[in-house]
């Protein structure tokens, strides 16, 4: 599945996400922008990586090549022992419902939906029970800390809130890997905080996490530190070893 | 969930959906006039022709049923011949005739048709008694109107006025022994109906025994156009004309209207399609950033399409069912409005509703929807996901 990595010894039966000499070109007008150059990585199950950089440098877009959500110009890309580089649309898509949780700055929660039913969304796509989906919605929102807030729509919870929602969101069908992309981005630093906690506490209880931000402090409470400059790793704090 | 998600887009923008829906509403409303139009008179013609249970009707040769003056000669030889067919029930020949009644000194002129009141099919008493004896007279209100008169009185009638000598000609008293609405009568015509022979009796020497029209029935189980045939062999001077050959005939003449209609009918079809697409696609256009994320989640391509079209076919839904009623109103003023036209039967409707039409102009309605769904969710379903996600975080 995976080889040992520059950064150092990788146990094989525990990598989440292995990239290889990873490309990724695109055009911007006439010109090619060479977003990622030969990007080798390795995450292993139960890590908690923070991608830093400039902006720029191509931290989204190696968090959206990780997230199979786009594919590289050349290399590899395996999620949990999956070529994902490969996959079509059809099946990019069903691997990331059951695989890989998202979590944006801007929340992108649905407005009219409760954050129930916000919750509820990827596993009423995966096809789970009805009463399963409730159940798990309303368990995955106490476990943010919102189990008072279920009925209530978006508009209604606070930016912190919101994002809560969204990780719970993201949580729902179990992922073996949640990527998220500045989740601390539109909040203040109190509510931050408690962003930052929530996804210590989440990477506490297992959960493999791969985070792109510019925030210090979210940065620092990774296990690990990626730093990027021009589309290379140019830095692993943390690395395997 | 997709529906809800559909229908949720629809409500965030409340007053833009509302237009929508009330701008479809208008286009559905002139779909189903249209459809209406198109097919309507056909079968209230259809409709009034059945009316009465007649099923073919004999016009002199070349013509229709009160197209022109001519007349068939020969009444009671041809009612000889019509008997002699066993398929053939009922023979009601008419003659029809202009009348001059004088009254407060001045010509009321009107038409008569001389009947058989046993087997007449051209009008219903309203009250009062048939013409079930020489010397009487039914007429419509319009022209009892038209003369001051009532049940019971007698008006001096002629079948013909030289306005030069000012001197009638075929006069005779009548008594008027009831009210009848003429059944193929225009609104404004003033008619009146006597016993074919009291008309036979005030008329020239030239035209008498002689008909405008018969009306044949004939026996349940037997084939109209089969009689038809066999009465234009055996009666060539007339022409046979069976309710198929009759609707036949009104289709022709009435294509360029139904022609009217559905080009009518196709450009506001197309107008509220292209009112569900714009609004549609201005709708995916704002949510880019929120389809993408659908997409990074796990939401399928087919899935993202059926919501948006869900929403395409929910503003053509509401807006169709909206437009049926205003449809049906609008329908009633503008079937007000033609009916008026003149020298047209009062029974001709032009816009008659039929189930099957208001079906038809909801579900091209749909259809309509689905198809105006389609471009904005292919434009969704198509989104880029990495691209849609940087572009949003730029902006």
């Known amino acids: 599945m995976s080889e040992p990595t520059d950064a150092g010894t990788v146990h094989l039966d525990r990598v989440v996400v292995s990239l290889r000499d990873v490309h990724r070109d695109y055009m911007l007008g006439a010109e090619r922008v060479h977003a990622l150059q030969g990007v080798t990585l390795d995450v292993e199950r139960g890590d908690y990586v923070a991608i830093v950089g400039p902006s720029g440098c191509g931290k989204s877009t190696l968090l959206n090549l990780i997230g199979a959500i786009d594919q590289p110009t050349s290399g590899s890309v395996e999620i949990s022992g999956k070529r994902v580089d490969t996959l079509g649309d059809w099946q990019a898509t069903s691997f990331r419902l059951r695989n890989i949780g998202f979590v944006f700055q801007r929340f992108y929660l649905m407005p009219i939906l409760t954050a129930l039913e916000n919750v509820s969304l990827p596993m009423a796509e995966a096809k789970l029970p009805r009463e399963e989906q409730r159940a798990r919605a309303a368990e995955l929102l106490s476990y943010v800390g919102l189990s008072n807030r279920g009925r209530h729509r978006p508009s209604q919870l606070s930016g912190g809130e919101q994002q809560r929602v969204a990780i719970a969101r993201a949580l729902a069908n179990r992922p073996a890997l949640l990527l998220a992309d500045e989740p601390t981005g539109e909040l203040d630093a109190h509510t931050g905080a408690d962003i930052i906690a929530l996804f210590k506490r989440l990477n506490g209880d297992g959960v493999t996490i791969v985070v792109v931000t510019h925030d210090e402090e979210l940065a620092n409470a990774a296990r690990r530190k990626i730093h990027m400059r021009d589309g290379r790793v140019v830095d692993d704090a943390g690395g395997h070893a | ?395």
Do not use: C
Request: proline fraction near 4%; charge should be positive.
């Open chain 2, 1 to 395: 969930m997709r529906l809800t998600l559909a229908l949720a887009a629809l409500v965030r923008h409340r007053a833009r959906t509302l237009l929508a829906v009330i701008g479809v509403a208008v286009a559905a409303a002139m779909l189903l006039d249209m459809v209406m139009l198109a097919t309507g008179m056909r079968e209230s013609f259809r409709q009034l022709l059945l009316s009465r249970g007649f099923d073919i009707r004999l016009a002199p040769k070349g013509t229709l049923p009160f197209d022109t003056d001519a007349t068939i000669p020969s009444v009671g030889a041809i009612t000889t011949v019509l008997r002699s067919n066993p398929d053939i029930r009922e023979i009601s020949p008419v003659l029809g005739s202009s009348i001059h009644i004088q009254a407060a000194g001045r010509d009321v002129s009107g038409s008569v048709l001389g009947i058989n009141p046993s087997v007449q099919g051209d009008y219903e008493l309203l009250s009062g008694t048939d013409v079930t004896e020489p010397g009487v007279m039914v007429a419509n209100d319009y022209l009892l109107g038209l003369v001051h008169a009532r049940i019971g009185d007698t008006l001096s009638v002629a079948t013909g006025y030289d306005p030069q000598t000012r001197s009638y000609s075929g006069q005779r008293k009548l008594k008027v022994t009831g009210r009848v609405r003429f059944i193929y009568g225009a609104a404004e015509q003033a008619s009146a109906a006597v016993r074919r022979e009291t008309l036979d009796s005030m008329e020239s020497d030239a035209r008498r025994d002689r008909a405008s029209l018969f009306m044949i029935r004939v026996r349940p189980g037997a084939d109209p156009d089969r009689v038809r045939d066999w009465i234009e062999t055996y009666i060539p001077t007339v022409s046979a004309i069976s309710i198929a050959t009759a609707i036949a005939q009104v289709d022709q003449r009435l294509s360029y209207f139904r022609q009217l209609a559905v080009i009518l009918g196709a450009v506001s079809l197309f107008v509220g399609f292209l009112l569900v697409t714009t609004l549609v696609t201005v709708s995916v256009n704002e949510r880019t950033g929120e389809i993408a994320v659908m997409r990074a989640i796990g939401v399928s391509r087919d899935h993202i399409v059926q919501q948006i079209v869900a929403e395409g076919v929910a503003i053509s839904v509401v807006g169709a069912l909206l437009g049926l009623g205003l449809g049906l109103v609008t329908a009633r003023y503008l079937n007000a409005i033609l009916s008026a036209f003149p020298g047209l039967p009062t029974a001709i409707d032009f816009f008659l509703f039929q189930p099957q039409a208001a079906w038809s102009a909801l579900g091209l309605l749909t259809l309509s929807g689905i198809g105006a769904g389609i471009y904005p969710a292919w434009r969704a379903a198509s989104l880029p996901i990495s691209e849609t996600l940087r572009r949003e975080a730029i902006a």
